[in-house]
C-alpha cells in the first residue's frame, strides 16, 4: 500500500513538471516591428468610426456636416509639414477646436466651428497618422470644388 501511495506521488509529481513544462513561453523571438497594413486598418477603422459621421466622403456637397478629411488633410499638411507636427496640430485642435485654432477659416465660416469631441489621445493619434500616411477618400465633387476655391495646381 504504501508502495503504492509514493508510486501516485511520484507520479502526480512528475506530470505536475511535465505540465509546467508543456505551458512555457517558447523562445521565439519578440516581435519589434509592427505590421503596417495592421496599422492602416487599424487608423481607417477609426476614422470611419470617429469622423465620418460629419466629415464622410459619400455626402453630396449640400449634405456634407463638415469638410472631408481630404480638405482637412490638405490644410493640415503642408510641404514639410512632419508626422509628428500633424499629429500634434490635430491633438492641439481637438483639445478644444477654436476659429483661432483652425487652418481652414472658410470651413469654420460655411459649416459652424466644430463641437469639441471628447476622444482619448490614442484615437486621435491613430487617425491622425493614418491621415498622413494614407491617401484619404474624397468626395466625387471634391476636385472641382477644391479648384473653385483655390485655383488649379499648376498656376
Known amino acids: 500500500m504504501r508502495a503504492l501511495l509514493m508510486l501516485t506521488a511520484l507520479t502526480f509529481i512528475i506530470s505536475c513538471k511535465q505540465a509546467k513544462k508543456s505551458g512555457e513561453i517558447e523562445d521565439t523571438p519578440i516581435q519589434t516591428e509592427v505590421d503596417t497594413e495592421d496599422l492602416a486598418i487599424r487608423g481607417e477603422n477609426l476614422l470611419s468610426t470617429y469622423c465620418y459621421q460629419c466629415h464622410d ?46 487652418k481652414m477659416p472658410d470651413a469654420v465660416e460655411k459649416y459652424e466651428l466644430m463641437n469639441h469631441q471628447v476622444y482619448p489621445d490614442s484615437v486621435i493619434i491613430g487617425i491622425a497618422e493614418y491621415l498622413y500616411d494614407n491617401e484619404v477618400e474624397q468626395p466625387e465633387w471634391y476636385e472641382k470644388h477644391h479648384e473653385e476655391m483655390h485655383g488649379s495646381e499648376e498656376e
Do not use: C, Q, R
Open 57 to 102: 466622403p459619400k455626402m453630396s456637397m449640400d449634405n456634407i456636416l463638415a469638410p472631408p478629411m481630404i480638405a482637412v488633410k490638405n490644410h493640415y499638411i503642408m510641404e514639410g509639414t512632419t508626422k509628428e507636427a500633424f499629429v500634434a496640430d490635430l491633438l492641439e485642435w481637438m483639445s478644444g477646436p477654436s476659429a483661432e485654432k483652425s
